[in-house]
């Protein structure tokens, strides 16, 4: 069931359409009222109408609103007709008001019906109805949606079995589909970051599989109705069907490289193993990558119709840009995976051999293939430009790319990718260009002959024909074309050109106003004896070899009637593979025959005999083929460059040769496509940039000066050029307009000198419609001005046309344009220029009005400029195109201008910012060198003397801060000495008291004694001790070290010698930090020392020790369950000397701190009556920092 099938509604279309058809009717009839209430119906032509009007004045047409509608001069049972009208060109609702003499008809299209289709043409319901179906009129209700007038039936809507989705829907729907499978396939990664390698493996493969799934069973046939799932678009393999196939895959299968290099390189350095191997490996899947790319880009190009001619911007379509867009995609991913390996290789300290050789490695290995598959040099060695360039940035800048790197390999991969692009597109171009040349070399086609042979006995018979040549009766050429055309040669004959000869049984030509005219048999017969092939199938026909008068093939038919013979009748072909020249080509061609649009872009020549024989094109080609196959030597084909033309030359046989000629590609294509290509892709490149300024926290507008800078210079140009753009586009749009204004004014005068020349020698050639002579003569014209020209009566009507077919298949009516017809008649004016429609063709027509001698209008004469105005219109593309190609190069230099310029100007501001940020106080500060004599000057000076300043400043203050610590230092240790001192003077006096009183001393009081002073004596030592070790740390050194062996080091120890249980948690087998072994031993004996004797007695001692991972710090937790600290003491903890134990010194948790600032880490606490919970934070150990090699 397809997406059609799925979303079909005819019952609400045609309630819909009935709707607005009722709405319409009520409208035109409103309308017709009001018209037939004028007094006077010659004030109709100053009206604008909004629904086709016809007036009637005994049954002659006296006025009509437009000769889009074609109807007869005069009356007849076709029309003026009340209700639904069928006409050449359409089907049409009409409403009628007589009285009297007098018939006004007012009428609207319901849908157009052209015996043809083109992109001009095109049979479809007015846009009013917005009918979403494609279908057809029937006037029997049976199978039909009907449509009702009063509550009777008027006619009914049959939409065709095969419905074409809109192109609005289709590329909507395609769109949606990708971009929620992209945002969907995003999600699941971001899902599966932290998951597991079995989830992670699981979901792939179960993403993948899907994807095989849906290619195998037609899921989304569903949708194959829709342009992106037609073959016709794109497709390549079985795995590859669709355009849209295509982009699912390539969406799957980054997926898949995600989630690889998720598996092969995690962020958690913990989980690998095997290093070597994940580095080779994941290499090697890069090299894969990499050659798919290139393997997607050829594909793209040479299995599908995706217009991707860069320089041809007006040829791109909503398909060019999703095609360059997966290009784009493609090589960004790889490069983001790229720039995951390096950095893989720099985390894990992978020796420098490894390093180089795998990217050494995977430039050869694709260095090789490319060598092996013979892709051209330009393909690649831009890529193996990139690939090094690409390591080396990414090597020394681990976090975020500058900016100017950035532009850099957008620089190099536009250039890759418009290379590639235009190697593989004139690979592509040659192809095709050869097949032209087949196709063209030979216009005998055995299909022609086998139609022919199957009307060839009814032609021979007409009685028509039969009746002319028996009476001799002269008839018009466009008369008999006319009649044999609607009768024969129609459908398939629609790719020829068809002329008709007739010429009685004495060889007369029965054509009115033919010069020579025994000459054109003879004529024609010696085409046929020295140029021509007789066919095996029907002798009559002969197959012209040498494109003798441009004519494929000559048919010289016998027209007998039994055994009488009467005459011939000679029909040439004329194939339309070849464009015309001349007037309305485009518009008379059915789509259905097999014109050679793409010939539009060449040049070609025909050679026979050695000789030119027909030409097309801008090239000029020599009279003979010598010149051209010395460029290939004389070989059967080949390519050549020959006056800025690349050449394709095919020798069919010795006597015919073929060339095919396109301009070669020139310097300013190659620079125009590669500024498109890098502003694309920069473009691209903005939208996750956007992304993350429109989601980051605390987002500001133009954040760096840089930046307003860059916006500043780039909006200036961006201005100047666009405004430069437009005003240019519109100059030159009037200057072509002027230009188109002035060759017909050119051309009608030149015709209308010609047109009173015959009227001065014969009158009566404007006398009768469809003069003959008067239609040879406009013929005659239309050949030399390569234009079509009608002649018009002084009331309106065609007299005679060079173009008879236009009138004949009915795509326009034979009475003038209304509005010229008023501007000749009305206003009186000696010409009038100005723009006409038929279908979707809009194109400039020209009227002059021929006088009598009394000074009355005898004709009016109508030149339209529509072949020309092809060739006018396409001058102005090309010069809009060259104006916006100088415009995105200037807009892809200017960016890089821009971000050179802002660097520049801010480099001085980006020293001072970073001199003010490496500010250390107690440090020397580099002075800044700046010799300019500018505002940045100034500023650096300012700023070096300040500099200075600060340092004196920063002097004094250290002393100060030297001075008051000392202060304060003393001040506690005199306390903490004189703790000590006070019992020992006690015990001294004590002592002396003792020998006072008693001649005989107890030794054992004299030992109490001496154990207590010695006992106070220690104190002191320790205090002074402590007071050292805290007033004077060790010089640190700092290393990696591990925190999981430290603390595992300091746990074993303290369970060997205190009775609480220690339990050590830790997810990652290593947790490192850079920092002093020594001092961080002391920072954990100190924390578990405390946690221990914060524990009451008549609790069982349980301290845990958790190490866990957030973001790039290491979080450490030391739990107690002790009684806590007291509200009052908790601010002074970290506070030296300050303790609530009776033997402290207050210095181990003063110590701590001191050395986790060191540590550049963090310290703090969190407590109840349950226990204290000791929070600590070191900054993981990276690699190469420069903060902490500086140290």
Not at 117 to 143: T, V, W
Not at 230 to 253: C, G, H, K, R
Not at 1034 to 1058: A, C, G, M, Y
Request: proline share 3%.
């Amino acid at each position: 069931m397809s997406y059609i099938a799925l979303h079909r509604d005819y019952d609400s279309a045609i309630r819909q359409f009935q709707k607005s058809f009722n709405r319409t009717q009520k409208e035109l009839n409103n309308y017709l009222d009001k018209l037939s209430a004028h007094t006077r119906f010659d004030s109709l032509q100053f009206e604008k109408h909004p629904f086709y009007v016809h007036l009637y004045v005994n049954d002659s047409l006296s006025y009509w609103s437009t000769n889009t509608v074609p109807v007869s001069q005069f009356a007849d049972y076709h029309f003026p007709a009340d209700g639904i009208i069928h006409l050449q060109n359409g089907w049409y609702y009409a409403k009628t008001y007589e009285k009297d003499s007098i018939k006004l008809v007012a009428s609207f299209l319901i849908r157009s019906h052209y015996p043809y289709e083109n992109k001009y043409l095109k049979n479809d319901f007015p846009a009013r109805f917005n009918f979403p179906f494609k279908g057809y009129i029937s006037l029997e209700k049976e199978k039909a949606l009907p449509i009702y007038d009063n509550g009777q039936f008027l006619f009914g809507v049959i939409p065709y079995e095969f419905q074409n989705v809109k192109s609005f829907y289709s590329d909507s729907i395609f769109g949606l589909l990708i971009l929620t499978t992209f945002f969907l396939l995003n999600s699941i990664l971001l899902f599966l970051r932290r998951k597991s390698a079995f989830i992670k493996i699981f979901v792939g493969f179960t993403i993948i599989w899907l994807r095989y799934i849906s290619l195998r069973s037609g899921w989304l046939s569903v949708f194959d109705e829709i342009t992106a799932f037609q073959p016709t678009l794109y497709a390549s393999s079985e795995w590859f069907p669709s355009f849209a196939d295509f982009w699912l895959n390539i969406l799957v299968l980054i997926f898949g490289i995600k989630i690889l290099f998720q598996l092969l390189l995690p962020e958690d350095k913990e989980e690998m193993s095997n290093k070597l191997l994940r580095g080779i490996f994941s290499t090697s899947l890069l090299l894969l990558f990499l050659l798919f790319n290139d393997y997607i880009f050829k594909g793209l190009i040479e299995n599908s119709s995706i217009k991707l001619e860069i320089n041809k911007l007006f040829g791109l379509n909503f398909y060019s840009f999703f095609a360059l867009t997966s290009v784009g995609l493609l090589f960004f991913e790889f490069l983001k995976a790229f720039r995951k390996l390096i950095n893989f290789y720099q985390e894990n300290e992978v020796p420098a051999l490894l390093k180089y050789g795998s990217v050494g490695l995977l430039i050869i290995s694709y260095l090789s293939l490319n060598l092996f598959f013979h892709h051209p040099f330009k393909n690649w060695i831009l890529m193996l430009l990139i690939l090094p360039v690409f390591y080396q940035i990414c090597s020394k800048n681990k976090k975020e790319l500058p900016n100017y790197t950035i532009i850099f390999i957008l620089f190099l991969f536009s250039i890759h990718s418009f290379n590639v692009l235009q190697n593989f597109l004139d690979k592509k171009e040659k192809q095709e260009r050869q097949l032209l040349a087949n196709q063209l070399a030979s216009d005998q086609d055995i299909s022609t002959e086998i139609e022919y042979s199957a009307i060839k006995n009814s032609i021979e018979t007409d009685e028509y024909l039969v009746r002319l040549l028996k009476e001799d009766k002269m008839v018009s050429p466009s008369g008999l074309k006319e009649n044999l055309e609607k009768r024969f040669f129609n459908n398939f004959w629609e790719q020829y050109e068809v002329e008709f000869f007739l010429f009685n049984s004495k060889g007369i030509s029965l054509l009115n106003f033919t010069s020579n005219q025994t000459s054109n048999i003879q004529k024609l017969d010696r085409i046929i004896t020295y140029n021509s092939i007789p066919s095996e199938i029907d002798e009559n026909i002969y197959y012209i070899k040498n494109f003798t008068s441009q004519y494929a093939y000559i048919i010289k038919q016998f027209i007998c009637d039994g055994d009488n013979f009467y005459g011939f009748l000679y029909i040439a072909l004329k194939t339309k593979k070849i464009p015309e020249n001349i007037g309305y080509p485009r518009l008379l061609i059915s789509s259905k025959s097999k014109v050679f649009d793409v010939l539009e872009n060449y040049s070609l020549a025909k050679y026979y005999n050695h000789k030119l024989v027909y030409d097309y094109g801008n090239y000029i080609y020599p009279s003979v083929d010598e010149n051209m196959l010395k460029l290939i030597n004389s070989r059967h084909d080949g390519f050549a460059n020959r006056r800025d033309y690349n050449h394709y030359i095919y020798r069919r046989t010795n006597l015919d040769t073929i060339v095919v000629s396109k301009p070669s590609n020139t310097t300013f294509q190659f620079f125009t496509s590669f500024s498109y290509l890098f502003c694309f892709y920069g473009l691209l490149l903005l939208l996750p940039l956007s992304e993350k300024l429109l989601f980051k926290k605390n987002w500001r507008i133009l954040p760096t000066l840089a930046l307003r800078i860059q916006i500043l210079l780039f909006g200036i140009v961006l201005i100047t050029l666009f405004a430069y753009g437009i005003g240019s586009g519109i100059f030159i749009q009037r200057q072509y307009n002027e230009i188109t204004n002035q060759h017909i004014k050119d051309k009608l005068t030149s015709i209308s000198v010609d047109l009173n020349n015959l009227n001065n020698s014969d009158s009566s050639a404007f006398e009768q419609a469809s003069s003959d002579l008067l239609e040879v003569r406009l013929q005659n014209l239309s050949r030399v001005f390569s234009t079509d020209i009608n002649i018009f009566s002084p009331n309106g009507y065609l007299l005679s046309t060079s173009r008879q077919k236009l009138y004949n298949s009915g795509l326009i009516s034979e009475q003038i344009n209304s509005r010229a017809f008023k501007h000749m008649t009305d206003y009186n004016n000696s010409e009038y220029i100005h723009t006409e429609y038929i279908g979707n063709l809009s194109y400039t027509s020209g009227y002059v009005p021929m006088y009598n001698s009394d000074g009355t209008i005898k004709a009016i004469i109508n030149l339209q400029q529509f072949g020309q105005q092809e060739q006018y219109e396409l001058q102005i593309e090309n010069f809009l195109v060259s104006i916006l190609n100088i415009f995105i190069l200037l807009l892809a230099f200017t960016t890089m201008f821009t971000l050179f310029i802002s660097n520049w100007i801010t480099l001085p501001l980006k020293k001072l910012q970073e001199s003010i940020a490496n500010i250390r106080f107690g440090k020397y500060n580099q002075p800044i060198e700046y010799q300019g004599k500018d505002e940045i000057g100034e500023l650096v000076k300012k700023y070096n003397e300040k500099l200075q300043e600060l340092e004196y400043t920063a002097q004094q203050l250290a002393q100060s801060e030297r001075e008051n610590a000392w202060k304060e230092m003393a001040k506690q240790v005199a306390h903490e000495i004189k703790n000590p001192l006070t019992p020992m003077k006690l015990r001294l006096q004590h002592f002396q008291r003792i020998f006072d009183e008693n001649e005989k001393v107890d030794k054992a009081q004299i030992d109490k004694i001496v154990e207590s002073m010695v006992e106070q004596i220690d104190t002191l030592a320790k205090i002074a001790n402590e007071f050292s070790n805290f007033a004077k740390m060790p010089k640190s050194t700092f290393t990696p070290v591990d925190l999981v062996k430290i603390i595992q080091n300091v746990k074993e120890i303290f369970q060997s010698t205190i009775d609480s249980e220690i339990e050590f948690f830790h997810a990652k087998r290593e947790c490192i930090i850079l920092g002093d072994k020594d001092l961080l031993l002391r920072v954990f004996n100190n924390l578990i020392q405390n946690a221990r004797q914060a524990i009451p007695e008549n609790r069982s001692p349980k301290i845990g020790i958790f190490i866990h991972k957030l973001k790039d710090e290491w979080h450490i937790e030391v739990k107690d369950n002790g009684s806590g600290i007291p509200e009052e003491n908790q601010s002074k903890i970290f506070t030296p000397y300050f303790t609530t134990k009776s033997k402290g010194t207050g210095l181990g948790l003063a110590m701590v701190k001191q050395i986790i600032d060191m540590h550049e880490g963090k310290i703090n606490y969190e407590t109840s009556s349950k226990g204290t919970t000791f929070n600590i934070t070191f900054k993981v150990y990276e690699e190469g920092s420069e903060k902490w090699e500086a140290q």
